[in-house]
T-cell receptor, first 115, second 111 residues
């Protein structure tokens, strides 16, 4: 099973600031996925982080607001820029386990509260 | 537009009860359906279903997929307070690697 370390675990941020979330995987993976879960809502995919190329963003999410880095096959960061209270969410990174099992593993999640 | 809908949205039962959670979907190029349990922040994997009519079972939990009627159910028998969580289903399309999640069912099991 993939082990995914994510930090910070939680943070309280001021409106207008930016915060970077880090995700470290214990094995090399081609794609890493960043999800958001707003309070009381389900998970929504923000973007897919590919090593060596630009991230692929889903409809409604833009690079200026959620810049992503993917410097190598085990690490990625997601920045939430110019935060507003609407950005208060749990942010989760995830990776697929190898091939065959079909299990998408999640990091522990980062709970952000924007005041 | 792809849709994954779960019902009920929330459910309160007593220990020992049996519950059935529902997940219906409308997606093009369906490949598989996954069930997750979310207790705190990170969802944990329960089952992946690809073939219709084949039950997956793990202890008191079981799940089955109906690809003709486009739905899946998750059964939990002899519920325990530790089963209290949000249960999420998600659909994977054959054309990509990203999951579309349903709204989730919040289950509360009372002692």
């Amino acid at each position: 099973s993939a082990v995914i370390s994510q930090k910070p675990s939680r943070d309280i941020c001021q409106r207008g600031t930016s915060l970077t979330i880090q995700c470290q995987v214990d094995s090399q993976v081609t794609m890493m996925f960043w999800y958001r879960q707003q309070p009381g809502q389900s998970l929504t995919l923000i973007a897919t982080a590919n090593q060596g190329s630009e991230a692929t963003y889903e409809s409604g999410f833009v690079i200026d607001k959620f810049p992503i880095s993917r410097p190598n096959l085990t690490f990625s960061t997601l920045t939430v820029s110019n935060m507003s209270p609407e950005d208060s969410s749990i942010y989760l990174c995830s990776v697929w386990q190898g091939t065959g099992t079909g299990e998408l593993f999640f990091g522990e999640g980062s709970r952000l509260t924007v005041l | 537009e792809d849709k994954v809908v779960q019902s009920p949205l929330s459910l309160v039962v007593h220990e020992g009860d049996t519950v059935t959670l529902n997940c219906s979907y409308e997606v093009t190029n369906f490949r598989s359906l996954l069930w997750y349990k979310q207790e705190k922040k990170a969802p944990t994997f329960l089952f992946m279903l690809t073939s219709s009519g084949i039950e997956k079972k793990s202890g008191r939990l079981s799940s089955i997929l109906d690809k003709k009627e486009l739905f899946s159910i998750l059964n939990i028998t002899a519920t325990q307070t530790g089963d209290s969580a949000i249960y999420l289903c998600a659909v994977l399309k054959s054309s990509g690697d990203k999951l579309t999640f349903g709204t989730g069912t919040r289950l509360a099991v009372r002692p």
